[in-house]
């Protein structure tokens, strides 16, 4: 392939206008999780949508290891109906967050998507305690209307394979 025909096929670079669009729609999310407005943070998935934590560093795929999550649109609504049942134990208090997003970088990734690289804090407080997850993340969006969707969200936690409490909170 010649450079000349390597052009004609790259997606064009994405532009400041648009991702300062995507940090937007990221921090979106975020203020959804942190609000509790889990119905609302499952319909920014796409209908096939995965969001996945690794229980590994590097893990290649979730079906060769146990993951901590990995739930397509079913498995985000039965955590959604859990996390609301009067009698979940494990959200009595409910559990207060605080997810900051950064260094948020974006590329196009062919067939409509776009692929985005970014970094996470969040803060957790449940029953006294006060935990603080970083993790490096990684979304596929596909554009819906004037806005995105998630096709594919990975969390790598930096301690992954370490010790983790019960965790009922999307990152």
Request: charged share 25%; glycine share 6%.
């Amino acid at each position: 392939m010649t450079a000349q025909s390597a052009a004609k096929v790259a997606p064009p670079p994405l532009d400041l206008q648009a991702l300062r669009a995507i940090e937007d729609f990221l921090i979106h999310e975020a203020d959804l999780l942190d609000q509790r407005r889990f119905e609302d943070w499952a319909a920014l998935f796409t209908e096939d949508g995965i969001y996945w934590v690794p229980a590994v560093p590097d893990q290649e795929n979730p079906f060769d290891t146990i993951s901590i999550f990995y739930d397509d649109r079913e498995g985000r609504d039965v955590r959604i109906r859990r996390l609301r049942h009067p009698k979940n134990l494990a959200e009595e208090p409910p559990t207060r967050t605080l997810h900051i997003v950064q260094n948020v970088q974006a590329e196009p990734a062919g067939d409509g998507e776009i692929a985005v690289r970014s970094r996470l804090l969040m803060l957790e407080y449940r029953n006294g305690i006060q935990r603080l997850y970083g993790a490096h993340c990684q979304h596929r969006l596909r554009r819906r209307g004037g806005s995105f969707a998630i096709a594919h969200k990975r969390v790598d936690l930096l301690n992954c394979d370490g010790f983790l409490p019960m965790m009922s909170i999307p990152f």
